[in-house]
């Protein structure tokens, strides 16, 4: 085993920095794979890019070997009602040979009454 195979991406999608980065951001986290041969990734909603449904971003990502995807996403993007994010419309991707295997919960925060 190569150092690489234990490596992942903390991906966003293409362009979520373009606000705060001048040159602007182009990779996907597909190409960010093929270039550094790192073919796991943490995809992460930035602002609230990624929505459901999440079926065509899984079709998308199905290229990596290995996804763990956010179920909240970062600080930035607007809370769902139910407290386990969009566990559920993540579920919906997974299927018959998956490379979907698990959650990962960004940023701790509370809302302000």
Request: charged share 30%.
């Amino acid at each position: 085993m190569k150092l690489k195979d234990k490596l992942w991406n903390r991906g966003h999608l293409e362009g979520s920095h373009n606000e705060i980065v001048k040159e602007g951001l182009k990779m996907t986290p597909e190409q960010f794979s093929e270039v550094y041969g790192i073919d796991r990734a943490f995809i992460v909603s930035y602002g609230g890019n990624i929505k459901p449904p999440f079926e065509p971003y899984a079709k998308r990502f199905s290229v990596l070997k290995e996804v763990k995807w956010s179920v909240l996403g970062d600080s930035s993007t607007p809370l769902p009602d139910d407290r386990l994010g969009y566990t559920e419309e993540i579920l919906k991707c997974i299927g018959a040979g998956s490379n979907i295997t698990g959650g990962v919960v960004d940023d701790f925060f509370q809302k302000k009454e």
